[in-house]
């Protein structure tokens, strides 16, 4: 197995180094992250800058090593957030669809787009991280294919999930260069909205109440522009729980998806062709309406 692994641990210190920031080869003396056996850094002139199992390593593990690039995104983002290199949060907008009892569309915010500065996050046994804001504990699952959401059940408090799949796309189309890996985690963490989803939001049952009242009413309300509330064209807006209610609404709309991760094409209906024929999965996929 030949993974392509774009940090490691230094030998000598244990601190975690990108690819780009030691000698290329075994001079790098560094380890795998996951099962300590030792890795040549490759800086090659075509393929992308990474680190790989020394096949003549004397220090092979017992049994094969099950490290991604995945994983590995996902203990670098811990690490850099945990030691204070990412000192800003860049969080989504959330906003609840339905209908109300006219047939007219409606629909309530349960939190705008914000940037959360000076947070403190350590580690967490249930999430990948945890902080308070404002009295409230706040979570963030790192997610990618594969991996599961941990179960909800019992936690009122906010869980923010960021999908750090972009990640690998963006790390392998990118010429390689020293501190890439941390660039792009930086970016993503405190700038973007896309590639995050809350999962739960303290304020939801409050939108939630809001809406029913609105649909019993009659009720139209007229919510602020998306890119106001930090929510891009076509990204999904409804919780995965209210997903059956709102599924109609969201079905009217026709357009064409690309999906960023292998750069297929295609068109259908916003609510139920989401999938990439390709990767057969949402994920990745963006909607544009006709």
């Not at 983002?77 to 800003?88: E, P, Q, R």
Request: charged content about 30%; overall charge neutral; hydrophobic content about 30%.
């Amino acid at each position: 197995m030949d993974v392509k692994i774009p940090f490691a641990v230094r030998r000598e210190t244990g601190e975690l180094v990108e690819v780009g920031d030691v000698p290329r080869g075994r001079t790098c003396r560094c380890l795998c992250p996951s099962c300590s056996q030792s890795v040549v850094a490759r800086h090659g002139e075509v393929n992308v800058w990474h680190f790989a199992h020394d096949s003549s390593a004397e220090d092979k593990p017992l049994k094969e090593c099950d490290i991604s690039f995945d994983s590995c995104c996902r203990q670098f983002a811990m690490n850099m957030i945990i030691a204070g290199a990412i000192t800003k949060l860049q969080t989504p907008g959330w906003v609840l669809h339905d209908w109300d009892a006219g047939g007219h569309p409606i629909s309530a915010t349960v939190t705008r787009a914000r940037v959360l500065e000076g947070v403190v996050f350590h580690a967490d046994r249930h999430f990948d991280l945890a902080s308070t804001v404002a009295g409230r504990e706040l979570y963030i699952h790192f997610d990618y294919p594969g991996r599961r959401v941990p179960d909800l059940a019992g936690v009122d408090s906010g869980v923010l999930k960021i999908d750090l799949g972009v990640i690998r796309l963006q790390y392998y189309s990118l010429k390689s260069e020293s501190g890439l890996l941390h660039r792009l985690i930086k970016e993503l963490i405190e700038k973007s909205t896309d590639y995050k989803e809350w999962l739960q939001h303290p304020s939801q049952e409050r939108a939630r109440t809001e809406l029913r009242q609105r649909r019993t009413k009659g009720e139209t309300v007229c919510e602020p522009p998306l890119s106001q509330v930090g929510v891009k064209r076509g990204e999904r807006l409804t919780e995965p729980a209210s997903r059956p209610m709102n599924e109609a609404y969201r079905s009217e709309v026709t357009g064409g998806f690309t999906c960023v991760m292998c750069g297929e094409s295609w068109r259908g209906k916003s609510g139920k062709d989401r999938d990439c024929p390709t990767c057969n999965t949402h994920l990745y996929a963006k909607f544009e309406p006709d």
